[in-house]
């Protein structure tokens, strides 16, 4: 049971539900299911590094758009500025 709950949530990408499967790891009863959860584990980090480097991209580009903007914004006129 927890094996595919664990399956359908890294299908999903669903890293709130990975978390808490993660702080409930059940006893295993046999050999096979720690492979095979060995292996989700694995598969969950894989996951978990990718959606961080999405992130850290994403945050480096909404960073770069904001400088872009900052540097193209026109300066508003000062009021005592006599020239207008």
């Known amino acids: 049971m927890w094996l595919n709950k664990f399956k359908i949530a890294l299908v999903q990408k669903d890293t709130d539900s990975l978390e808490k499967l993660l702080n409930e790891i059940p006893k295993f009863d046999n050999i ?36 872009f903007l900052n540097v193209t914004a026109s300066n508003p006129a000062n009021k005592l500025d006599i020239k207008l």
């Open 32 to 67: 096979e299911d720690m492979k095979q959860a060995s292996y989700l584990f694995k598969e969950a980090m894989r996951l978990l590094l990718t959606l961080k480097d999405e992130t850290s991209s994403s945050m480096r580009q909404i960073k770069q758009n904001i400088n």
